[in-house]
T-cell receptor, first 111, second 115 residues
Framework: AAGVIQSPRHLIKEKRETATLKCYPI?????VYWYQQGPGQDPQFLIS???????DKGSIPDRFSAQQFSDYHSELNMSSLELGDSALYFC??????????FGPGTRLTVL | AQKVTQAQTEISVVEKEDVTLDCVYE???????LFWYKQPPSGELVFLIR??????QNEISGRYSWNFQKSTSSFNFTITASQVVDSAVYFC????????????FGTGTRLTVIP
C-alpha cells in the first residue's frame, strides 16, 4: 500500500539559511499535517491543511510557512534557521477526520 | 485544555513478559479520539489504534490489547508475551472534535524488551 512520502529524508543547513520540506500524502487523502519532534521529545503539531486550505495552526514559528498544492502535496518552508530548529519533521495525511498516517520524517540538522 | 500523560518514562521487561503502558488524558470535549503510535529506533511513527470517545469496548489485536475507561480517563495498552521487536517508544495521543483532528501527544514511554 502507498504511504506518505517525505523528501528529503535528511537535510543539513547552516544557521540563517532556508529549507523546504516536501510531503506527498497517501492517494485520496485530503488532509495533511506537519509535526516537529525535537530530540527526546514528543511530536508537536505545527500546521494542517484540508482541501488546500489551512485548517489549523499550532506552535509554528513565524519564520515557517506552509501550503498545500492542487495535487495535495504540501511544502513546509523554513527561513532564518536556528540551531533549535534541528528536529525530525513529520508529515501525516488522512481522509477527513480519520486516523493519520505518518511519513518517515525529514531529519533537519542546523549547524 | 487537552493533555495526555504517560507517567512511565521508561520500562524494561524480559522477553515473553506482559507489559502495560499507561495513558491518562484530559479534555473538555465530549467527542474525542485516542490513539497509540509506536516509534521504533528507525524513527518512523507507526499507527496502532484509534478509539473514539463513544466506544469503550476493549480491543485485542494479536498480542496487543487496549483498555479504554472513560471513568478514569485512561487508555492503557498491554503487550502480551513481549518480543525484542516490541522495543520502541510508544506514544499515546488525543485529538478533539473541535481541534481539526490534530494530535496532542503524550511524552512517550520507552519500552525495552531484554532477550
Amino acid at each position: 500500500a502507498a504511504g506518505v512520502i517525505q523528501s528529503p529524508r535528511h537535510l543539513i543547513k547552516e544557521k540563517r539559511e532556508t529549507a523546504t520540506l516536501k510531503c506527498y500524502p497517501i492517494p485520496r487523502h485530503d488532509t495533511v499535517y506537519w509535526y516537529q519532534q525535537g530530540p527526546g521529545q514528543d511530536p508537536q503539531f505545527l500546521i494542517s491543511f484540508y482541501e488546500k486550505m489551512q485548517s489549523d495552526k499550532g506552535s509554528i514559528p513565524d519564520r515557517f510557512s506552509a501550503q498545500q498544492f492542487s495535487d495535495y502535496h504540501s511544502e513546509l518552508n523554513m527561513s532564518s534557521l536556528e540551531l533549535g530548529d534541528s528536529a525530525l519533521y513529520f508529515c501525516a495525511s488522512s481522509t477527513f477526520y480519520n486516523e493519520q498516517f505518518f511519513g518517515p520524517g525529514t531529519r533537519l540538522t542546523v549547524l | 485544555a487537552q493533555k495526555v500523560t504517560q507517567a512511565q518514562t521508561e520500562i524494561s521487561v524480559v522477553e515473553k513478559e506482559d507489559v502495560t503502558l499507561d495513558c491518562v488524558y484530559e479534555t473538555r470535549d465530549t467527542t474525542y479520539y485516542l490513539f497509540w503510535y509506536k516509534q521504533p529506533p528507525s524513527g518512523e511513527l507507526v499507527f496502532l489504534i484509534r478509539r473514539n470517545s463513544f466506544d469503550e469496548q476493549n480491543e485485542i489485536s494479536g498480542r496487543y490489547s487496549w483498555n479504554f475507561q472513560k471513568s478514569t480517563s485512561s487508555f492503557n495498552f498491554t503487550i502480551t508475551a513481549s518480543q525484542v521487536v516490541d522495543s520502541a517508544v510508544y506514544f499515546c495521543a488525543l485529538s478533539e472534535e473541535t481541534g481539526a483532528n490534530n494530535l496532542f501527544f503524550g511524552t512517550g514511554t520507552r519500552l525495552t524488551v531484554i532477550p
